[in-house]
């Protein structure tokens, strides 16, 4: 027999030990930090306290009650590009840009003198202004980090810490106060939709999965993260993964399964460890086991690394997976909720929406309700990325505009080389390689999951990549056209070869061997494409083709009509152009343009007019000064 | 006698194969996890070491097989000293990151086809997102992230290891 395990009293016993702190030093450990020296930074300060005569301490221990200085790292915050992160509590400092060489000055002055280092300190650019912590950094003010928010703060590898801050709660009380069907009734009036990609109401899952007459029932957790550009799932399972377990029990009562998976990416190796060391401290601690709560349930977490295929994120190819076969799609019915894996009925759950649900129990599904919008409740959390100041990891509530996103928490557009570009935007590509392109007539909308789908787009896992004027639209289609040809399963013809040939079609528009039928046939096969395919990725590998297509229609025009790129990316296909500093004005050009292209004033550098030009190449010749480039 | 003598040397010789499978408790569900522990013993998938995990599951060797080719992780052929990974995600794309895949192919002579140099040093692979995109573009070399990449950058890097590597093999 396990003990049940007293949470309060554990809770109460940790709060103890944090009273004999004078500071306490937390150090950013996610992947960002950790490639930027984080490591090295912590040992510096570890090794500069114990020289200064301080006590320091690395693990909070019970009995000991002597004051010291507690160093504790944590999952990522986010703001990666500033980093290494040092935060000092109690007063709420945040240093970015911290190297080992810095940590003296820190512990000289913070640690003895309660004085800030200014220098350390973030500098808001619009202001100017020293910023203290994140209670006055613009790119975290103007987030709602919920999902987020103990990532960050707390040790992701200590249970304690959890539970001190009330972890646990909701998942006893799923335990020993509610009944599945309570479970079930509360998550659906939350109005909660899965944060994977499609949005379906979780509630509505899990009571499909609960009235399944089997005995033997599985939860997977998928955190298998595939999309480029996307490291939501990571953070959570990095920061924060007792609430991922959490959720997990919360869901599996719910259903009335008494084994669960948790799918992770196998380049995530940090993710891989810490949820690992999750479930062995809740197991030591007696909260996974045999007699959960002492309700009488048993509860056993498995943890499996993905090998690398994309696919393995659809959820029959993930139990399939699991079941170590190749990780093939299958058809939609039998849905997973009637024959799952080994053909029991499973629920799979995103990370994310997993991390969620023991918030909603503790908070009731009212009190969620009133975040986020009617029919998309609650936040959501975005990879933001590309052309943008403030790159990293952001959560916001639905209905959030890409107005804001883009200038007050990304602090604007950017040029290729880092400088603000006032004028810079051209478009965001939201959901990834499922997901389309918005652009500048979207940026008031409200995003959430509805909002998208009329405009060919999709909030997906949460991907955005900002992009400025200087981006080519088509050469994007093609990145996510070859992403999604590499990652076809190769189950269905149309995905297998559809996509190949798309892929080749795009690669002549790039090229410069495309006619105007090479748009046509483009777009015909991308919708083949779409509807002869099994699973959602051939399903959605077209949208970012069909979307750019849509919205760029111009760009798509001028590569396949009069075969230049404006943003000058495709190589095979530089628009003409007069160098102004080599052209004397002689006007030779003028007279040797069949189309009338190039005009100018005599002794002043003459212009190409692209639209015109026909790049015969006949101005180039003439030119003596070799001015002319790009035809 | 003699087919007996053999069966014991190739135990032997799969010793650590059966330790892993003893692992797993010669599961065929678990086929995934066994190739990942084989893959991490010998650093790639060899042939005959696919079969004899196929025979010891019971399972075919073209299931096996299947499983080996389906998943990107999985090396048929041996693999550099250093693996040199570069970020092709969408992040790290739209900062650039091919360009450094460039220089690591002109610096070390590889190209699409031939992915580790003939000394067996250096393997070169593009990766789709690290998920540290808040640093793209980014590279790993073995475990070690490298953020905010730059072409001149990488190819400093890989000098140093191959200066690493000479004095390496002086000294020894
Ligand atoms: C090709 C493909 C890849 C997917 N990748 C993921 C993924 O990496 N993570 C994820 O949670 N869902 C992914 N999904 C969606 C899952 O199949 C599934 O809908 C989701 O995990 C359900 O969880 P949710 O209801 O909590 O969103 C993918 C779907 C497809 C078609
Ligand atoms: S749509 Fe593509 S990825 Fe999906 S099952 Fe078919 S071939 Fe495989
Ligand atoms: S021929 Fe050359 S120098 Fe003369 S106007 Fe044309 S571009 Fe300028
Ligand atoms: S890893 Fe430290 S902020 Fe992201
Ligand atoms: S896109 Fe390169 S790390 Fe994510």
């Given at each position: 027999?396990?003990?049940?395990?007293?949470?309060?009293?554990?809770?109460?016993?940790?709060?103890?030990?944090?009273?004999?702190?004078?500071?306490?030093?937390?150090?950013?450990a996610?992947?960002?930090?950790?490639a930027?020296?984080?490591?090295?930074?912590?040992?510096?300060?570890?090794?500069?306290?114990?020289?200064?005569?301080?006590?320091?301490?690395?693990?909070?221990?019970p009995?000991?009650?002597?004051?010291?200085i507690?160093?504790?790292?944590?999952?990522?915050?986010?703001?990666?590009?500033?980093?290494?992160?040092?935060?000092?509590?109690?007063?709420?400092?945040?240093?970015?840009?911290?190297?080992?060489?810095?940590?003296?000055?820190?512990?000289?002055?913070?640690?003895?003198?309660?004085?800030?280092?200014?220098?350390?300190?973030?500098?808001?650019?619009?202001?100017?202004?020293?910023?203290?912590?994140?209670?006055?950094?613009?790119?975290?003010?103007?987030?709602?980090?919920?999902?987020?928010?103990?990532?960050?703060?707390?040790?992701?590898?200590d249970?304690?810490?959890?539970?001190?801050i009330?972890?646990?709660?909701?998942?006893?009380?799923?335990?020993?106060?509610?009944?599945?069907?309570?479970?079930?009734?509360?998550?659906?009036?939350?109005?909660?939709?899965?944060?994977?990609?499609?949005?379906?109401?979780?509630?509505?899952?899990?009571?499909?999965?609960?009235i399944?007459?089997e005995?033997?029932?599985?939860?997977?957790?998928?955190?298998?993260?595939?999309?480029?550009?996307?490291?939501?799932?990571?953070?959570?399972?990095?920061?924060?993964?007792?609430?991922?377990?959490?959720?997990?029990?919360?869901?599996?009562?719910?259903?009335?399964?008494?084994?669960?998976?948790?799918y992770?990416?196998?380049?995530?190796?940090?993710?891989v460890?810490?949820?690992?060391?999750?479930?062995?401290?809740?197991?030591?601690?007696?909260?996974?086991?045999?007699?959960?709560?002492?309700?009488?349930?048993?509860?056993?977490?498995?943890?499996?690394?993905?090998?690398?295929?994309?696919v393995?994120?659809?959820?029959?190819?993930?139990?399939?997976?699991?079941?170590?076969?190749?990780?093939?799609?299958?058809?939609?019915p039998?849905?997973?909720?009637?024959?799952?894996?080994?053909?029991?009925?499973?629920?799979?759950?995103?990370?994310?929406?997993?991390?969620?649900?023991?918030?909603?129990?503790?908070?009731?599904?009212?009190?969620?309700?009133?975040?986020?919008?009617?029919?998309?409740?609650?936040?959501?959390?975005?990879?933001?990325?590309?052309?943008?100041?403030?790159?990293?990891?952001?959560?916001?509530?639905?209905?959030?505009?890409?107005?804001?996103?883009?200038?007050?928490?990304g602090?604007?557009?950017?040029?290729?080389?880092?400088?603000?570009?006032?004028?810079?935007?051209?478009?965001?590509?939201?959901?990834?390689?499922?997901?389309?392109?918005?652009?500048?007539?979207h940026?008031?909308?409200?995003?959430?999951?509805?909002?998208?789908?009329?405009?060919?787009?999709?909030?997906?896992?949460?991907?955005?990549?900002?992009?400025n004027?200087?981006?080519?639209?088509?050469?994007?289609?093609?990145?996510?056209?070859?992403?999604?040809?590499?990652?076809?399963?190769?189950?269905?013809?149309?995905?297998?070869?559809?996509?190949?040939?798309?892929?080749?079609?795009?690669?002549?528009?790039?090229?410069?061997?495309?006619?105007?039928?090479?748009?046509?046939?483009?777009?015909?096969?991308?919708?083949?494409?779409?509807?002869?395919?099994?699973?959602?990725?051939?399903?959605t590998?077209?949208?970012?083709?069909?979307?750019?297509?849509?919205?760029?229609?111009?760009?798509?025009?001028?590569h396949?009509?009069?075969?230049?790129?404006?943003?000058?990316?495709?190589?095979?296909?530089?628009a003409?152009?007069?160098?102004?500093?080599?052209?004397?004005?002689?006007?030779?050009?003028?007279?040797?343009?069949?189309?009338?292209?190039i005009?100018?004033?005599r002794?002043?550098?003459?212009?190409?007019?692209?639209?015109?030009?026909?790049?015969?190449?006949?101005?180039?010749q003439?030119?003596?000064?070799?001015?002319?480039?790009?035809? | 006698?003699?087919a007996?003598?053999?069966?014991?040397?190739?135990?032997?010789?799969?010793g650590?194969?059966?330790?892993?499978?003893?692992?797993?408790?010669?599961?065929?569900?678990?086929l995934?996890?066994?190739?990942?522990a084989?893959?991490?013993?010998?650093?790639?998938?060899?042939?005959?070491?696919?079969?004899?995990?196929?025979?010891?599951?019971?399972?075919?060797?073209?299931?096996?097989?299947?499983?080996?080719?389906f998943?990107?992780?999985?090396?048929?052929?041996?693999k550099?000293?250093y693996?040199?990974?570069?970020?092709?995600?969408?992040?790290?794309?739209?900062?650039?990151?091919?360009?450094?895949?460039?220089?690591?192919?002109?610096?070390?002579?590889?190209?699409?086809?031939?992915?580790?140099?003939?000394?067996?040093?250096?393997?070169?692979?593009?990766?789709?997102?690290?998920?540290?995109c808040?640093?793209?573009?980014?590279?790993?070399?073995?475990d070690?992230?490298?953020?905010?990449?730059?072409?001149?950058?990488?190819?400093?890097?890989?000098?140093?290891?191959?200066?690493?590597?000479?004095?390496?093999?002086?000294?020894?």
């Amino acid at each position: 027999m396990q003990e049940t395990i007293n949470l309060e009293s554990v809770a109460a016993q940790y709060k103890e030990s944090l009273k004999y702190n004078d500071f306490r030093i937390v150090i950013c450990a996610g992947t960002g930090c950790m490639a930027n020296g984080s490591e090295k930074v912590r040992n510096a300060f570890l090794n500069y306290i114990r020289e200064s005569g301080l006590h320091v301490k690395v693990e909070l221990k019970p009995e000991e009650n002597h004051k010291g200085i507690f160093l504790s790292e944590s999952g990522c915050q986010g703001f990666c590009q500033m980093g290494p992160l040092v935060t000092i509590e109690p007063l709420g400092l945040l240093y970015v840009k911290v190297r080992p060489e810095d940590v003296k000055e820190i512990v000289d002055r913070t640690i003895k003198e309660n004085k800030a280092v200014e220098r350390l300190l973030y500098e808001d650019p619009s202001s100017g202004e020293k910023c203290k912590g994140i209670g006055d950094i613009p790119f975290y003010t103007r987030q709602s980090r919920f999902v987020l928010k103990q990532c960050g703060h707390i040790n992701p590898e200590d249970i304690n810490e959890y539970i001190s801050i009330g972890g646990y709660a909701a998942a006893r009380k799923a335990f020993t106060t509610l009944s599945p069907e309570d479970i079930c009734k509360e998550i659906l009036a939350s109005g909660l939709r899965g944060r994977g990609g499609g949005g379906f109401p979780t509630g509505r899952k899990w009571d499909l999965t609960r009235i399944q007459q089997e005995k033997k029932k599985y939860v997977i957790c998928n955190g298998d993260e595939g999309d480029p550009g996307a490291f939501m799932d990571r953070s959570v399972m990095e920061g924060n993964p007792h609430s991922v377990i959490e959720g997990i029990m919360i869901a599996s009562r719910a259903i009335g399964a008494d084994e669960a998976y948790v799918y992770v990416r196998a380049e995530y190796p940090l993710a891989v460890k810490r949820i690992r060391r999750a479930v062995e401290d809740a197991e030591n601690a007696g909260i996974l086991g045999d007699d959960v709560f002492a309700s009488g349930k048993s509860l056993r977490v498995h943890v499996m690394e993905g090998a690398g295929a994309f696919v393995c994120g659809e959820e029959t190819a993930l139990i399939a997976s699991i079941e170590g076969k190749r990780g093939m799609p299958s058809p939609k019915p039998p849905f997973p909720a009637q024959s799952g894996l080994w053909e029991k009925p499973t629920v799979i759950n995103n990370v994310e929406t997993l991390a969620t649900v023991p918030l909603i129990i503790k908070m009731g599904a009212g009190e969620f309700r009133k975040i986020g919008n009617a029919k998309s409740p609650g936040t959501k959390t975005f990879a933001l990325t590309g052309h943008v100041r403030n790159t990293g990891l952001i959560e916001v509530p639905f209905g959030t505009t890409l107005r804001e996103i883009v200038y007050n928490i990304g602090g604007g557009v950017t040029n290729n080389d880092g400088t603000l570009a006032e004028d810079g935007f051209k478009s965001v590509q939201i959901g990834g390689p499922s997901g389309g392109c918005l652009t500048e007539e979207h940026l008031d909308l409200p995003l959430d999951f509805d909002s998208l789908t009329g405009i060919g787009a999709m909030i997906g896992s949460g991907g955005l990549v900002v992009m400025n004027r200087q981006t080519c639209m088509v050469k994007i289609a093609r990145f996510f056209m070859q992403f999604t040809q590499n990652e076809s399963c190769g189950k269905c013809v149309l995905c297998r070869e559809g996509t190949k040939q798309m892929l080749a079609l795009l690669d002549d528009i790039i090229e410069g061997r495309a006619t105007v039928e090479t748009l046509e046939l483009l777009e015909k096969l991308a919708l083949a494409v779409k509807k002869g395919s099994l699973c959602g990725l051939g399903k959605t590998a077209p949208n970012p083709v069909l979307s750019t297509m849509k919205h760029f229609r111009k760009e798509y025009t001028e590569h396949v009509v009069s075969k230049w790129c404006s943003t000058k990316n495709c190589k095979s296909l530089v628009a003409p152009e007069i160098n102004p500093e080599l052209c004397k004005g002689c006007t030779v050009c003028t007279k040797k343009c069949p189309v009338g292209a190039i005009s100018g004033e005599r002794k002043m550098p003459h212009k190409i007019n692209v639209s015109i030009c026909i790049k015969c190449g006949a101005c180039a010749q003439a030119c003596k000064l070799n001015a002319i480039t790009g035809v | 006698m003699i087919a007996e003598k053999q069966i014991l040397s190739r135990t032997r010789k799969f010793g650590k194969v059966c330790e892993i499978l003893d692992r797993y408790s010669n599961d065929s569900a678990k086929l995934i996890p066994i190739l990942q522990a084989v893959q991490e013993e010998y650093r790639y998938l060899p042939e005959e070491v696919l079969t004899f995990v196929a025979t010891s599951l019971n399972l075919s060797p073209a299931r096996v097989y299947g499983v080996a080719t389906f998943y990107s992780h999985f090396a048929l052929e041996p693999k550099g000293k250093y693996v040199i990974r570069v970020c092709d995600g969408t992040a790290c794309h739209v900062k650039g990151s091919m360009s450094l895949a460039e220089v690591v192919m002109e610096k070390l002579n590889l190209d699409e086809k031939r992915r580790t140099t003939p000394d067996m040093l250096f393997t070169l692979e593009t990766v789709s997102c690290l998920g540290a995109c808040g640093l793209a573009p980014v590279m790993v070399i073995n475990d070690e992230v490298h953020g905010q990449m730059t072409p001149e950058k990488t190819g400093t890097l890989i000098d140093q290891i191959i200066e690493m590597e000479k004095s390496y093999a002086r000294n020894n």
